[in-house]
């Protein structure tokens, strides 16, 4: 009996030697820093600072995918954002609502919670946000919005030059994207694939064991 026992548990240590060897080769830990307030309003709802996070070794820029890239700013640094478009697309801010190529991400329903609160960093102000799932290359995902649709931002309208992608933080009001540093080489940029768990460890389970793929 014993013997079958050991047996079964050796090859359970194999498969998951396998498995772990195979996401060493693919992928990457992260914990997502917390020492930058903008990049933390910025990442909102879908990350958190303190996330301890799964990211892709190979580079590289899907639309709807969330990334981290080089920051262009700050050496040695990673801004986070969401991929909206390529070279050649369109990209357009009307009154805060995003526009693709003339098309605006479909928002069927809200989040639950609907309502979010966060302080502005530059103001030191609390700002009330609303939430909702957003539709983006066959990618739903969480974004927040000003609440009753107001914006401080002004309106803005471009082309992406070839060869860089255009990055857009889930929070679209608190934003660190390329409103503020312009188009990203996607070379420098990584997929964050999935979640293990947040700054609260197990205790929340919104923020443990998340596919964000």
């Keep these: 009996m014993w013997r079958k026992a050991l047996r079964v548990l050796f090859w359970i240590a194999v498969a998951c030697g396998v498995i772990a060897g195979?996401?060493?080769?693919?992928?990457?830990?992260?914990?997502?820093?917390?020492?930058d307030p903008?990049?933390?309003?910025?990442i909102e709802p879908a990350l958190s600072p303190g996330d301890f996070v799964l990211v892709t070794r190979g580079t590289g820029a899907s639309?709807?995918?969330?990334?981290?890239?080089?920051?262009?700013?700050?050496?040695?640094?990673?801004?986070?954002?969401?991929?909206?478009?390529?070279g050649g697309d369109n990209v357009e801010f009307n009154a805060g609502t995003l526009l693709v190529n003339d098309q605006v991400p479909a928002s069927p329903v809200a989040c639950e919670p609907r309502d979010a609160h966060l302080r502005n960093p530059a103001t030191q102000?609390?700002?009330d946000l609303n939430c909702y799932l957003e539709e983006l290359a066959?990618?739903?995902?969480?974004?927040?919005?000003?609440?009753?649709?107001?914006?401080?931002?002004?309106?803005?309208?471009?082309?992406?030059?070839?060869?860089?992608?255009?990055?857009?933080?889930?929070?679209?009001?608190l934003h660190l994207d390329s409103r503020d540093f312009g188009p990203i080489a996607p070379a420098t940029c990584q997929r964050i694939a999935f979640r293990f768990w947040g700054l609260a460890?197990?205790?929340?389970?919104?923020?443990?064991?998340?596919?964000?793929?």
């Design 63 to 86: 639309d709807g995918a969330l990334v981290r890239c080089a920051d262009p700013d700050a050496p040695g640094r990673y801004v986070i954002g969401r991929v909206i478009a390529h």
């Design 125 to 127: 102000e609390d700002v």
């Design 201 to 213: 460890g197990w205790s929340d389970a919104k923020k443990r064991l998340t596919v964000l793929w």
């Design 138 to 173: 066959g990618t739903t995902h969480p974004v927040l919005r000003n609440a009753g649709g107001k914006t401080l931002d002004r309106d803005l309208k471009t082309t992406v030059e070839p060869g860089k992608v255009y990055l857009v933080s889930d929070d679209r009001a």
């Design 38 to 42: 903008q990049l933390a309003v910025s």
């Design 22 to 35: 195979i996401v060493a080769l693919f992928f990457t830990t992260w914990t997502v820093p917390g020492d």
